[in-house]
């Protein structure tokens, strides 16, 4: 799918047969992600050690994709968390937090179960090469779907005894009930039907335990697991879609509505890139705070723009006075609720905070457009907000015109002047009626 993907799509996770990370891989592989885009993410992480296939199968008569992982290097050594996260580094920013944010669970759970702390954890199973692949795989495959939120239903984890590195374990195991905590599970049948490593990307991705919420289906996908019991069919579904209905749903045809920041699609003149044209939508959000006194100014510009390519809707400094007189800042991150956790993880990483504070929102985002109008010889992107079909914001995205005046040699504010002109002869201006009409050049006037 990459290429057109659109944004702000909602996933839905159906593992009431169980959950294994190579079966929900498998799953968005068939609900359209790129096999380049997963297979890119991974080898960018483990480069030349694994190789991904995938096979049509049935299970208890139902189609579904089996994924396997081939590892290319002999003796895939056990990794410690903070190896592993060394690893996560090279992916671009979404991909890298979601990742980051799997592994940081399965790290707290399997410390909690052997009384050690997060970073002395040693992974086997989920250290292997294809576990790491199978998270890093899902993460790039979201991204590719353009998932914006995730939820899941139910999770059966089994039940009976099963092998491990720690030896003979009963089923859920330590870390499965862990990761547990907080979610609704049931047995669902003998054996170990849970993974770690599956039940950790639900609980690191998903905001909500729910069953399929309301919502235009895009997609569906389906994975097998290496069973095939006759009294149940062993498989991940995937739903992928919009809750939104005014959200389009063709590739090309939309973009994600977010703050008013740089988000989403763009697209040639009149064609749309956000809701419909008709009111604006609300959507849920989280507003991540944290006061700091003690960070290098220096460093703000950096610790904004790595949580904003990791999926900010917005980040924002304030300054502030604190207790004793301190001059300080607080850091103020919204995002979608799934993102909490990579973008928590995040802020820590990035500042001296010692605590984060979250409290829920609810945002609400005028019906957007991104089009392009000749600018000195050039597309430069103006973003239209209407509502009811009458524009109320219009608006040249700056970084184009900042890059387009250090390309000509111009000063901003004559491009910027430009390009307000060239939107008002195209007849885009506040007040007018939004209808999608031809470019016009400033010379036709």
Known sequence: MSGDVV???????DASAGVAGDMLLAALWD????PDAIRGAVDTVLPGAVALTVEPVTRAGLR???????ARVEDPPHRTWTE????????SGPVRERARAVFTRLAEAEAAVHGITADDVHFHEVGALDSIADVVGVCAALD????GTVSAGEVAVGSGRTRTAHGDLPVPVPAVTELARGWRVRGGGRGELATPTGLALIRALAGTCEELPSIVVDTVGVGAGTRDPAERANVVRVVVGRTDPSTPGEPGEGGEPGEGGEGGERGALGSPGGAGPGEASGEAAVLLEANVDDLDPRLWPGVLRALIDAGASDAWLVPIVMKKGRPAH?????CAPPLVPALRVLMFRHTSTLGVRESPRRKTVLARTFVDVDVLG???????????????QVMPEFEDVAALA???GRPEREVLAAAVHAAAVAGLVVGNEWQPVAAVSPDQR
């Open 378 to 392: 050039a597309a430069l992107t103006v973003k239209l907000g209407h509502v009811d079909g009458v524009l109320v």
């Open 144 to 147: 590719d779907l353009g998932v």
């Open 406 to 408: 250090r390309e000509r």
């Open 64 to 70: 579904a994709l089996k994924l396997r992982v081939e």
């Open 330 to 334: 607080t850091l103020s991150v919204l």
């Open 31 to 34: 609900a359209g992600a790129s």
């Open 7 to 13: 944004r702000g799509r909602h996933l839905w996770i």
């Open 84 to 91: 592993i996260r060394a690893l996560l580094e090279v992916l």
